[in-house]
C-alpha cells in the first residue's frame, strides 16, 4: 500500500532505518532526499528518481560518507537534472 505522506511523517520509518544501518541524523536528510526524487522525476523521469538516490548515497559514500558528502552528492544529482536535455 502507497502513502502519500509529509517529510516529518517519515521520522518513524528514517529513524528505524538509520538504526538498522548504523546511520547519525545528519547521515539521512529526508527532505533533501526527498527534493532529489521531485527534482529528478521532473527534470530526467519518474523512474530515474530511485536509482538517482542511490547513486547519491553511493558516491557519498565514497567520497567518505559524512554529512558534507552527503549533500554534496545530492547536490550534484540535483544539479544535473536542472539542466538535464538528453537531446
Known amino acids: 500500500m502507497s502513502t502519500h505522506l509529509p517529510p516529518e511523517a517519515l521520522d518513524a520509518w528514517a529513524a528505524a ?3 538498522r ?4 541524523a545528519d547521515d539521512l536528510p529526508i527532505a533533501a532526499i526527498l ?8 527534470g530526467v523521469a519518474r523512474p530515474a528518481a530511485p536509482f538517482s538516490a542511490f547513486a547519491a548515497g553511493l ?3 565514497r567520497a567518505g560518507g559524512g554529512p558534507e558528502e552527503v549533500r554534496n552528492a545530492l547536490d550534484a544529482v540535483t544539479d544535473l537534472a536542472a539542466g538535464w536535455n538528453e537531446d
Do not use: F, K, Y
Open 17 to 19: 532505518l538509520r538504526e
Open 21 to 24: 544501518l548504523g546511520l547519525d
Open 35 to 42: 527534493d532529489l526524487a521531485a527534482d529528478v522525476a521532473r
Open 59 to 61: 558516491a557519498a559514500g
